[in-house]
């Protein structure tokens, strides 16, 4: 069962952080020691050495070690249990002021500890606030740890690990307290599933998009103009321009027009919309110095698309209308959040809004897993989707039966378009049902990208209507949907995925003339392909410099260029030309040669297409 | 002689000031008059009719009646001259203290006053700050005058006039001082003149692009959002993305390149601009509340494009380096002056940004140039071309030597495209020379649009380098170019232009389809037809609608859809399709029929060549 080898899985990895614990507190006995929780991959535990003493990656050899020590011991991880003044005692007793703090406010009430830590961790807490009575402790040796479990039966069995790294951490998370040092690891059941995920983990580090970013001159960033805040080369651009192009296309197949609004509205419009009251602190304001408006720069685009709705009576046949942007929205992110494309102040929408019937929900939500469907499998991301439904309780708007009916509508969609599913209650909004997109990418990393969710509050709120068959006024239902997501943040996926290969569609530069020689007849055949090439809309470069012919393939490589012609005396005598396939595109084993107009048309056909593998 | 005709005519319009001004003393002897300049087409005179009475547009055939008294009288306008302190005492025995305000003025220091009204209509102003001796006035009849004049000889020689309406104003256009009325006329040589002058307005104002705007449902406002920050329907954001993209397009084909920006940058970048210092009062500020980041909203886009070219070496091979981007800044316009999409405050640039060596400036220019005379060849406005000259000031940046050179250069492009043009000295900016583009719109009236302007100065404040042929760092220069300027005021011209007729290509809607029933097979017949059209691209639409076939074929006519075609009986058994041609397309006499293939390939056609006439 899946299940228990998570919970096996998760107890080796939390065992492992106190036998981290323990060859530490070996080797520096006065450790204070913080929490030691499980995440992803791993766990961590954040140590205080004292004041002059510092963990550095250089001891990682020495810690490793000494855990190997206590892993070889095979002690047994024992727990006990003891009323929370006792444990008081004991950590008074024993020079842990962290673990002290902890016990005292657990003794007050479990759930304040229980929300800024990993409950888990701690000893056992009692459900609500009510006070802690008894906490447990579990021992491996002579290392005593408060903790609530569970654990592996001994220090033998806790599969294979490896330190990562040492991070500077607040205790609590929060800047005013001490700072603590947060130490990380990885772990899995076997030494061969360490081993493929420390290979992904430097794939990964080989892909970095913001790496890649740079070598490929994708996007740039300025401190002149500030973080979070990227700009797109020439080159970049063609990457956020096709792959919005795709999803705009998609859409458009299915009856979607594209609108245009400002980047900027007065707070009425969100006061309104209910924004303002509950995002007002993550936006970013905007000062008239002429007017006394106030302002704001709009950190998402459906207020704005009701007033295009708005501005004309809508009749029953009319519905559904359907809604395009892509469009810049801003958001107020903490410098220390952003990084990279991953996470910016400036984030692209492929934006849309559907206001329809509510007969006509299940139809759309189709469409729209449709269109999902396909630009996920063009990109080559496996997608699977959540169900994310309301739960029992009255955090939500709308009628429980408006609710049922719409969250059977989103299910039989997605079963229609044969999508993996999984469905969970309780993670929908309080203003609809929604789906989310998860993608796994060429490295099995799984990143959410994109949502399907449906509104019954906007249309209330901005009073939105139109007319019924029989002259009644009805409210209309909103879809939100962006395919890609934030563009910025889809390309950081896309460019790891991809390792900065991008298919023919999408490829910055998708073919690249090497000139023999710089000689005039060389080089004027090589322009004149050139304007062959773009005449029919490639993306084409001609390398004429002064270089040798193996070097200026080399760097062809490099930017990982689709194809590649070296334009010699053969070529310029009328010859046919023989293409360089980058290696992931080719299928043939074989380079053929072909004609001029034979492969720029192959080529733009491809691009059209946008096929992921070479047909030359 | 134009310029002779031009002089006679601002002397009609001038005297027609003084002989309205004439008729409001006789009908109201309390008046107190501000000043009465020439304006475009006619002329205005501010006055005060004290505190409980005002002029309205009823009484402008009572005083339209008054000035053809004075007018047949046709008594001569005679000059005087006195001391200003003569004229002073003049004034407050005439009881005109708006006069005795400006003469107190003009005695202590000429300037003072030219400033900020129209110093041709006061009183002889001597040069610089010196204090003025004496002031001329000029008298007819009863009606005497504070004035520089000049004047026609005698009231009758004033050719034709008509008085158009009445504003508030404040005094010396300060909302501090008391509010006057401002009655404005028209005026002409001829009566033939004012006349296609009267009827050109009435023209405009049928063309209105704010009412066309509601009527073709092109663009909206919300008092939400805020004035100045227009909304584009589908139908709007049709017109948005076809002139950006042909604007885009003809640029591209000389190798301009894309690029994104985002709408906001710290203030530093302005600071190193040196925008900041200028312009800093009219700006949108950014307030982040995360962080202490003092952004603003971009009003232009070169200090970002600074920064994508400066974020590689670049070597005298690599340049031109070309940007393009069709991109949206904000400038904080007070309210008052926004009107439609003439004035907004989000204003969408179709921009772009060479950096390029000296002897490449000629070739960028004249590239430029024949793009913005396909454009507006295609679109059918009357280009010319002001070249804007530095003049012998030293209020300009950048060597003597490169100025002369430069200027000649853009000169000799602008013969090359055979522009119309005229040169103006002390026109440019400080920072380089501009050639600044006027079109004429289809009822006769000017508009300037956009601009190619040479910048010295920001490469230098950037610090922009390449490296030239002999290893040297060199300095690039820039030459900024909006070949459409703003997308939303050269939308507020074109609409008028066309009437909101749009050609094929620019067309919301290309193609109506109107069924003859609501039968199934001719409702299905019709979607067939409508799946093909969108298939190949068309914008088609059909109206199913029960209503008559008459009353759909008026619908089609007032949304000025190019074809329309009956789908009925015939057309569902294989006939050919006979489209009716909206009348500003058609060339031919008589309506023929064609294929369906045909029809649709040749609508597809005329889209893709943009032309402005129908080929059916």
């Given at each position: 069962m899946p299940d228990q080898n998570q919970d096996q899985l998760h107890a080796m990895r939390h065992s492992l952080a106190h036998i981290m614990a323990t060859a530490i507190q070996r080797l520096w006995p006065q450790t204070k020691f913080g929490v030691g929780p499980v995440v992803e991959n791993g766990f961590y535990y954040d140590v205080d050495l004292g004041p002059d003493t510092k963990v550095s990656e250089d001891d990682f050899n020495k810690i490793e070690a000494e855990m190997a020590k206590v892993i070889t011991g095979n002690v047994p991880f024992e727990k006990s249990e003891m009323p929370v003044d006792e444990a008081i005692a004991w950590a008074q007793g024993s020079h842990q002021p962290y673990k002290e703090e902890l016990l005292n406010d657990l003794k007050r009430a479990g759930t304040t500890v229980a929300k800024d830590l990993d409950a888990a961790e701690l000893g056992t807490i009692t459900s609500g606030d009510a006070a802690v009575e008894n906490v447990s402790f579990y021992r491996n040796g002579d290392f005593t740890d408060l903790c609530r479990g569970p654990h592996v039966?001994?220090?033998?069995?806790?599969?294979a690990f490896k330190l990562m790294r040492v991070a500077g951490a607040y205790w609590r998370g929060n800047e005013k307290n001490a700072q603590m040092q947060r130490m990380y690891g990885v772990a899995f059941a076997t030494p061969k599933e360490l081993r493929q995920h420390l290979d992904m983990l430097a794939e990964a580090k080989k892909r970095d998009h913001r790496k890649l970013g740079q070598e490929l001159d994708l996007f740039v960033f300025s401190d002149l103009v500030g973080s979070g805040l990227p700009m797109f080369t020439p080159r970049g651009t063609v990457l956020r321009d096709e792959v919005a192009a795709f999803s705009n296309e998609l859409r458009q197949r299915h009856g979607f027009q594209k609108v245009w609004t400002p980047h900027i509205t007065k707070k009425d419009l969100y006061e309104t919309s209910g924004h303002w009251a509950k995002f007002k602190d993550q936006l970013f304001l905007v000062t008239s110095q002429e007017t006394s408006d106030e302002l704001v720069m709009k950190p998402m685009n459906c207020p704005h698309h009701t007033r295009i709705y708005a501005s004309q009576p809508r009749s029953y046949r009319d519905l559904p209308v359907r809604y395009l942007e892509t469009t810049t929205d801003y958001r107020d992110e903490k410098?220390?959040?952003?990084?990279g494309l991953n996470r910016v102040r400036a984030l692209t929408q492929d934006d849309s809004h559907v206001f329809c019937r509510q007969d006509q929900i299940e139809r759309e939500i189709d469409n729209l897993l449709a269109s999902a469907s396909e630009l996920y499998g063009v990109v080559g991301m496996d997608l699977r989707v959540r169900l994310s439904y309301r739960d029992d309780s009255d955090a939500y708007l709308g009628s429980q039966e408006l609710w049922a009916t719409t969250q059977a509508q989103l299910k039989q969609a997605v079963i229609a378009n044969d999508l993996t599913y999984f469905e969970e209650e309780g993670e929908a909004a309080f203003y609809g049902p929604k789906i989310d997109f998860m993608v796994t990418d060429a490295i099995g990393r799984e990143f959410q990208v994109a949502t399907v969710q449906l509104d019954f509050v906007q249309p209330e709120r901005f009073g939105l209507e139109y007319t019924s068959e029989d002259g009644m006024p009805q409210r209309p239902v909103m879809i939100h949907c962006a395919l890609l997501g934030s563009i910025e943040r889809f390309l950081s996926v896309y460019i790891e995925h991809t390792a900065g290969k991008f298919p023919v569609w999408v490829a910055p530069e998708q073919v690249r003339l090497i000139s023999v020689n710089q000689e005039a007849v060389t080089v004027n055949f090589a322009a004149e392909l050139e304007q062959k090439a773009i005449a029919i809309g490639l993306r084409i470069t001609t390398d004429n410099s002064n270089e040798s012919v193996g070097k200026k393939i080399r760097a062809a490589e490099l930017w990982k260029v689709p194809y590649t012609i070296v334009v010699g005396e053969k070529e310029v005598a009328g010859g046919d030309l023989t293409p360089r396939i980058r290696g992931d595109l080719a299928v043939a084993e074989v380079a053929k040669s072909y004609s001029v107009d034979e492969f720029f048309g192959t080529i733009a056909n491809e691009a059209k297409m946008r096929v992921s593998k070479s047909s030359l």
């Open positions: 039966e001994s220090t033998g069995k806790v599969g410098t220390g959040e952003l990084g």
